[in-house]
């Protein structure tokens, strides 16, 4: 059909320059990975989609980017192709993590790749998937809360939606909702830290690249210790499951937190962090890739769509005896960290 795979590279918003793989056809380029199940980007032209309720009408396009010499962007927003970019290393590097990582290949496990649209709607402060058209959407934010919403650990995160979709397929309400949310949170940040990337380097903190000085704090959410956002949970509470999902997922966060890096004060990459527990415990950490491992397991092997806290406790364990042995010390972890946040 005329179109080859060419290698070529952009300059993007947040991680600097990024190799990408691109399709040539005839004498252009187009912003498409025939590497990665044929995902590519394109421009949703500051036009929104229709909604009422979870019924969505189309409105925006996504009009694949093209370029002249497979250089693409400028690193600086006012170039269309720079969130681009961003975007399109984003799904790369989720692409790479669950293939290289887990052993899955593409978002549903089938080696079919999914799309991204950038530049949606105007002032957009929010990025999502939708399982609908298999696809992600980037607004570029207002500027004063938030940049463009093209970090790795947002594409990460909202890419790991169409994981759970696929898999777990955790109710997005009460508990479920917020296991939902954290292992977006999770994996959106283990995404982070495979890329080894020195201008967005790994944390343990949610969308640092995107927030602006007026958004008031250095990150959307923090792992370590959820509530410095002022408003997730730390800990297990019966009435957690009554929070809105991004602030139930705290409690799974912390976990992830413990179960990787253990409680007390740390920094870790030149950041600093302070985790205590919920109860005075003492948790020792058994680092990201078994912590990856453990809940890749749960959430594709063992969790539902009704899987509550104490789910995720069994889920977790299984897939720690599964992956280490029931005598394992990873296992021990695993409760150590639960029990941390008053999970039982
Ligand atoms: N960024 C939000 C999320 O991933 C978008 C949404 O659908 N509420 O949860
Ligand atoms: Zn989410
Ligand atoms: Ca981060």
């Known amino acids: 059909d005329g179109l080859e795979t060419a290698a070529g590279d952009g300059a993007s918003l947040y991680g600097g320059t990024v190799p990408l793989e691109t399709t040539a056809s005839g004498s252009t380029f187009q912003l498409k990975d025939p590497t990665r199940g044929n995902t590519y980007t394109g421009d949703a032209a500051n036009k929104t989609d229709l909604c009422f309720g979870s019924i969505c009408f189309s409105r925006a396009p996504a009009t694949l980017?093209?370029?002249?010499?497979?250089h693409w962007g400028t690193g600086a927003n006012t170039d269309r192709a720079t969130a681009a970019v961003d975007a399109q290393y984003g799904t790369n590097t989720t692409w790479d993590y669950y293939k290289n990582?887990?052993?899955?290949?593409?978002i549903a496990g089938d080696g079919k790749g999914s799309y991204n649209r950038v530049h949606y709607g105007s002032n957009y402060n929010n990025a999502f998937w939708q399982d609908s058209c298999f696809c992600m959407t980037y607004g570029d934010g207002d500027g004063s809360t938030f940049g463009p919403l093209v970090?790795?650990?947002?594409?990460?995160?909202?890419?790991s939606h169409g994981v759970t979709s696929r898999s777990a397929k955790l109710n997005y309400s009460g508990e479920s909702g917020g296991l939902n949310e954290a292992t977006s949170d999770i994996m959106g940040t283990l995404v982070e830290w495979y890329a080894a990337n020195a201008s967005d380097p790994g944390d343990y903190l949610i969308g640092e690249e995107i927030v602006q000085p007026g958004f008031g704090k250095p990150a959307l959410r923090f792992m370590d210790q959820p509530s410095r956002d002022t408003k997730s949970a730390d800990c297990w509470s019966s009435s957690v499951g009554n929070l809105d999902v991004h602030y139930s997922s705290g409690v799974a966060n912390h976990f992830a937190y413990l179960l990787a890096e253990g409680s007390g004060a740390k920094v870790v990459n030149g950041v600093s962090y302070n985790s205590p527990t919920c109860n005075g415990s003492t948790v020792g950490g058994i680092g990201r890739d078994a912590l990856g491992k453990v809940w890749y397991r749960a959430l594709t092997v063992y969790m539902t769509s009704t899987t509550n806290y104490s789910g995720a406790r069994t889920a977790t364990l299984k897939a720690a005896t599964d992956l280490f042995g029931a005598g394992s010390?990873?296992?021990?972890?695993?409760?150590?960290?639960?029990?941390?946040?008053?999970?039982s």
């Open 151 to 159: 970090s790795l650990d947002v594409a990460g995160h909202e890419m």
């Open 329 to 343: 010390a990873e296992y021990a972890a695993v409760a150590a960290a639960w029990s941390a946040v008053n999970v």
């Open 101 to 106: 990582v887990h052993g899955r290949s593409g």
């Open 65 to 70: 980017f093209t370029d002249a010499d497979n």
